[in-house]
């Protein structure tokens, strides 16, 4: 029997409502293709959680996915702690408050504490709020940036950071373990508590105790920002009013939590149509920055003017560089000190530390790792990180990727330098002369269902066994294999141990410094390649011909490696 039929079998049983059952039933009659694709495996729990379109069936999102992965987590709870405590947040997505009311039943039915949110919340507020309440586990119902049909169950541990090795396969571990059978729904509502409003309170008077560290006449700066239709409708506002940005305009149309993302081209900062609207208010406003969150709050994307005065979206790779240079000229940079990014994002980052003689930490893409650095290096202080996918954290009160406090940061760093007769792009120019002119561009190939999953792993499997010889015209010096944790120079021949957790990721790296690095998203069924080239930059003058040339090689390598 296939794997389809025994789940039909098992999805058409009593162990499943009636509703669930009814709908199993007209798929596969009305939509052979849409069955399959919801019966032909399980969802996967992957190391930070699970995502993906909902809908009924083992490889859907739906109350029973959600639920096996919360009687796991109980389990675990309840084996590690007799008077264990979680607290659940939620984005705005369709399904979200329901599907969170089910999970905080499932815990509650299993003896733990649970505190929930009235409503939709940012994700860095439940990362927050697990330290703040002395949790051992927080969950936010939340798809991230992905489109209106996906939904997601992220998991955080006791320290406020999203659940790495052991815990995350032991989670795993446990959730196969776990039949539909055994997910207890039965609420105990003596267990299930609203969180209070101190929680946000603390959490933006934190945010203004970390980021507020310009020094400039802060009612000056002209700020644009949307919430597209996510979580930081309300926390953002008041944070940027209360640090003293009284100059707010926001995409009026775009305000309203909205889970079918009715007025934005694009849910996701990293796509250049998601700002549109909010850019077209900023010149009805002369405004000097754009800002826009994703859903939950946990991501952000900028527009600012760029040298001929038109407003020019800010990757993540070059936010992330001049809000790393601006932390560490108002820090105290010593021995004790670090800051961190990730393998795939800028080499920027690395050249920046050189110079400032501070610590760096690279770790694999995805923000827990960062956030686990903060838990590894105890006796160091970090001062800030980010990656390339429009994620950046600034101090440690918070464990995850911070929008909010980060769409602070930038606010500081556009008001000082906007009063000294400058701007964040000339900032990003200067950066540019002094570290050197390092330019990124990521592009995504989607490959959905089954055969994209077997598409995306030949590719990556094809270019570990035919590597290119060059990058552009220059020659290949490294080949960082992630999956094998083997770093080869290929000048000496010398073999080196990547000391990281091992991952379907291929690197190459050119004498120059070019780099090209491809791996599958963990989150979507897609493929991913990182681009990144440099040259040097010795003034402003220079700067429109360099970067030209740098698009032209950004070009060329995307021709090189996917055609």
Not at 171 to 194: A, G, H, R, V
Not at 414 to 443: N, P, T, V
Not at 500 to 517: D, H, Q, R
């Amino acid at each position: 029997m296939s794997k389809i039929s025994e789940n039909e079998i098992v999805w058409t049983s009593n162990l499943f409502d009636r509703d669930t059952q009814d709908k199993v039933k007209y798929l596969k009659k009305n939509d052979l293709e849409e069955f399959e694709d919801s019966f032909y495996k399980d969802l996967e729990f992957g190391t930070g959680g699970m995502r993906g379109v909902m809908g009924v069936g083992p490889n859907r999102v739906n109350k029973y996915t959600f639920g096996r992965n919360t009687q796991a987590i109980s389990n675990i709870l309840n084996t590690l702690s007799k008077d264990s405590s979680v607290v659940i947040g939620h984005d705005c997505r369709n399904n979200s408050r329901e599907l969170s009311l089910i999970v905080a039943d499932i815990f509650s039915a299993n003896n733990i504490k649970t505190y929930i949110f009235d409503s939709l919340r940012p994700t860095p507020l439940i990362s927050y709020a697990v330290r703040k309440l002395n949790c051992k586990c927080g969950i936010v119902l939340t798809a991230s940036h992905n489109p209106p049909e996906y939904n997601g169950y992220k998991v955080y541990w006791s320290d406020g950071g999203q659940i790495v090795p052991p815990i995350d396969e032991n989670i795993i571990t446990e959730i196969s373990k776990t039949d539909y059978s055994e997910i207890n729904f039965n609420s105990n509502p003596q267990l299930i508590e609203l969180v209070d409003n101190k929680i946000e309170d603390s959490f933006v008077n934190d945010s203004i105790d970390t980021a507020k560290i310009g020094d400039s006449n802060r009612k000056n700066l002209k700020i644009v920002f949307t919430a597209l239709h996510g979580t930081s409708h309300i926390i953002i506002p008041e944070i940027l009013n209360k640090a003293g940005y009284s100059k707010l305009f926001c995409v009026d149309s775009q305000m309203n939590p909205d889970g079918n993302f009715s007025n934005v081209n694009s849910s996701n900062p990293e796509d250049p149509d998601s700002l549109n609207e909010a850019i077209n208010l900023a010149k009805v406003h002369d405004a000097d920055l754009v800002i826009g969150t994703d859903p939950d709050a946990d991501r952000f994307g900028i527009a600012v003017k760029n040298l001929s005065g038109d407003y020019e979206l800010i990757n993540g790779n070059q936010s992330m560089c001049v809000m790393t240079d601006y932390i560490l000229t108002k820090s105290k940079i010593d021995k004790n000190s670090f800051i961190a990014s990730t393998v795939v994002s800028t080499p920027m980052m690395s050249k920046i530390a050189s110079i400032n003689n501070i610590k760096i930490e690279l770790s694999l893409t995805g923000f827990k790792w960062i956030g686990k650095m903060i838990n590894d290096f105890k006796d160091l202080k970090f001062l800030g990180g980010g990656e390339e996918s429009f994620g950046y954290l600034i101090g440690d009160f918070v464990r995850d990727k911070d929008a909010l406090t980060s769409s602070l940061l930038i606010s500081e760093i556009c008001s000082e330098f906007k009063a000294k007769g400058s701007s964040f792009y000339e900032r990003m120019i200067d950066c540019y002369i002094k570290y050197g002119f390092f330019k990124e561009k990521l592009y995504t190939l989607k490959k959905e269902g089954k055969k994209g999953a077997l598409e995306i792993t030949n590719i990556i499997s094809n270019l570990k066994l035919n590597p290119p010889d060059k990058l552009l015209d220059d020659e290949v010096l490294f080949i960082e294999d992630y999956e094998s944790s083997i770093k080869m120079n290929l000048e000496t021949d010398e073999k080196s141990t990547i000391n990281l957790p091992k991952t379907n990721m291929i690197i190459f790296e050119s004498k120059k410094g070019f780099k090209v690095a491809v791996r599958p998203s963990g989150t979507e069924p897609k493929i991913k390649y990182y681009f990144s080239v440099n040259c040097s930059l010795n003034n402003k003058s220079e700067f429109l011909q360099k970067n030209k040339l740098l698009d032209e090689k950004l070009n060329q390598l995307l021709i090189d490696f996917t055609n």
